[in-house]
């Protein structure tokens, strides 16, 4: 792919810049066009970054500059209206001794690895049956993907409403299979199971869909030959199908990661936390420090933490991604 | 099924096996079980929040509850129009997400022709550093957002309860920008030459030829613009503190305490309504470009 896009970069010029123009600085050597006139090459330069501006100016506004700047207001105290003051390694050891911290770490890893193994391997097995399945295709995939177009706010009110211990649907639901009741999102203990529920129902429509389009690229001569080779189902799931799709699980495990890592609607709407810190996720613990304590300088603190750890799980993908595309 | 279809699409488990007897009545079976527990499972929680904002309030909190509402009543979701000013905030969030959906599509498909089609300098660095942003977690960097929202730098103005908070930050979206560009490189050059040749402009052939070829990705970068504004919650919660001004996202949280039960999960229906109604609409668009999107990268 890549030799074929028409991107190719221009040899690092070996001339020093001798022309720049506002706003659009100029490389002189470009392969094929240098027998251009200077004006026209300059005019095309003017050209290619008036298209690129608007676009240009909110990557580096809305992405590049927060980035560089939670990592300089980590080491502030930082009030807005006022001039920040360097505080060194103060807002890092101040979040280190909050007894949330560790809560929120240890909720938020809790909660990604509840959510990688219910979340993951529900998906994998309703795609794999759904792909089986010859009638009706459309409507499981309509009706599997219905919860994640319901926006997250909604469906964490409407769990909220299913967790209520004395009407809500769960318990209802226990109640007619004559099994005890539950606090759910209400028990210091239940709550985080609670809220992994809530978000694999919303989101596992996304992952079954790519599962599905990855076991429609699974060629059915593979099937073939290890079922005469005597396979039974399952070891036909075991020697085919997961190698086959190998790739797609690891992307969507990452990414999962990723997102789950960063999860805060849940927590905030249904629980609020509690009971007992035991569902302060640590997006929630940056957003109590910013908008609660008003401590900004503690919120980036966490900020460049959760960055960087996400931030190596993402160049992982992203090295994977782009391994796969050549 | 005809023998065609069946060499078309071999899975798992044989047509053979699944011609025979056994394995018909199996195939029912397991159609069926999977049919029934997905409409309990994804279908039925729905259901329940329709026709819980149209039952009375005293049926609603009711053990056991009823199936079906004793008397169909709309109470609910008129009162949650008026009591939750929903035609405000709902305008609010149509607001929101059109101006980004505009801004990104306008300036993500001019940003994307140049770096694809214009070879500006220093294009490569330009783009490593929008897929570098691909990187970073976008909640992660909610704060230093909001402090730059809160005092842009130079110009040293606020957007905070301005529609321009959710607009421009929309733009900044590596994901969007990727597509636009790959599906732009797979555009021969010679096309867009010989639009040149015959006396268009750039723009011109931005307009003309490049964008009616773009028809399905501008679809799907659409439908995830308008989606992710939508359904975003942290983002609107931070920068709207103007109650006239929030997003229904924002408001039916902040209002979820103060009003009835019923009232509430009308308001529910109706936050999720244009969503549902959309994907019904576009499902098809949807569904196949998750599967694309997934496997080509």
């Known amino acids: ?326 | 099924m005809t023998q065609a279809d069946q060499r078309a699409v071999r899975t798992l488990v044989s047509p053979l096996t699944l011609g025979s007897p056994r394995g018909k009545v199996l195939y029912w079976t397991v159609f069926t079980g999977v049919v029934l527990a997905f409409a309990l499972a994804f279908l039925f929680p729905v259901y329940w929040m329709v026709t819980g904002a149209m039952k009375s309030p005293d049926e609603l909190v009711r053990t056991p509850p009823t199936l079906v509402p004793e008397s169909w009543q709309l109470t609910g979701y008129t009162d949650a129009w008026e009591l939750m000013s929903l035609p405000r905030h709902l305008w609010n969030t149509v607001v929101q997400a059109s101006g980004a959906w505009l801004l990104q599509i306008v300036l993500c498909t001019a940003a994307a022709f140049a770096l694809s089609k214009l070879r500006p300098a220093f294009g490569k660095v330009i783009l490593g550093g929008i897929l570098a942003t691909l990187m970073v977690p976008v909640q992660a960097l909610v704060v230093p957002k909001y402090l730059t929202v809160a005092d842009l730098p130079l110009l040293h103005i606020s957007l905070l309860n301005d529609p321009l908070a959710v607009w421009l930050p929309a733009v900044a979206n590596a994901f969007n920008l990727y597509l636009l560009k790959r599906f732009f490189d797979q555009v021969p050059r010679d096309v867009l030459e010989a639009a040149e040749i015959d006396g268009a402009g750039k723009l011109r052939t931005l307009w003309s030829i490049l964008l009616p070829m773009s028809r399905p990705v501008l679809g799907v970068v659409s439908i995830f613009a308008l989606v992710a504004v939508w359904q975003d919650f942290l983002w609107p919660l931070m920068v709207f503190s103007d109650t006239g001004k929030q997003p229904i996202s924002v408001a039916l949280v902040q209002l979820s305490q103060n009003v009835p039960l019923t009232v509430l999960i009308g308001a529910m229906v109706i936050a999720a309504l244009p969503m549902i109604v959309m994907f019904l609409v576009f499902q098809r668009h949807i569904i196949a470009g998750i599967g694309a999107g997934s496997t080509k990268g």
């Open chain 1, 1 to 326: 792919m890549e030799t074929a896009s028409p991107h190719t970069a221009p040899p690092r010029p070996t001339a020093p810049h001798t022309t720049r123009t506002a706003g659009a600085p100029v490389s002189l050597k470009t392969p094929g066009r240098s027998r251009r006139p200077l004006r026209r090459r300059l005019a095309d330069q003017a050209t290619a970054y008036a298209f690129l501006l608007g676009g240009l100016l909110c990557f580096a506004l809305f992405s590049w500059y927060p980035a560089l700047r939670s990592m300089v207001i980590a080491f502030q105290k930082y009030t807005p209206g006022a001039a920040p003051e360097w505080v060194g390694t103060a807002n890092f050891t101040r979040v280190f001794q909050d007894p949330e911290f560790g809560a929120a770490w240890r909720n938020t890893a809790t909660f990604t690895v509840l959510a990688l193994l219910i979340g993951f391997a529900v998906p994998f097995v309703l795609a794999l049956v759904i792909n089986e399945l010859r009638h009706a295709r459309a409507f499981f995939r309509v009706v599997v993907y219905l919860p994640v177009m319901i926006p997250p706010v909604v469906s964490s009110l409407l769990w909220k409403w299913f967790y209520d211990p004395g009407t809500g649907l769960a318990n209802e639901a226990l109640r007619l299979l004559h099994l005890p009741t539950s606090n759910w999102s209400n028990g210091a203990d239940t709550a985080l199971v609670s809220l992994v529920i809530v978000a694999t129902w919303a989101n596992l429509g996304g992952t079954v869909l790519i599962y599905l389009a990855a076991l429609q690229n699974i060629p059915g001569e593979l099937y073939e030959a290890a079922e005469l080779d005597g396979a039974s189902v399952w070891q036909r799931v075991r020697h085919v199908t997961v190698p086959q799709t190998r790739f797609v699980i690891l992307m969507l495990m990452l990414l999962q990661i990723i997102a789950t890592m960063q999860v805060f609607t849940e927590p905030f709407v249904i629980t609020g936390g509690g009971p007992e810190n035991s569902t302060v996720t640590v997006l929630y613990l940056i957003y109590k420090y910013a908008f609660l304590y008003n401590d900004f300088g503690g919120a980036c603190a966490l900020s460049v933490m959760l960055l960087l750890l996400l931030g190596a799980f993402s160049a992982l993908y992203l090295r994977l991604t782009r391994t796969d595309d050549r």
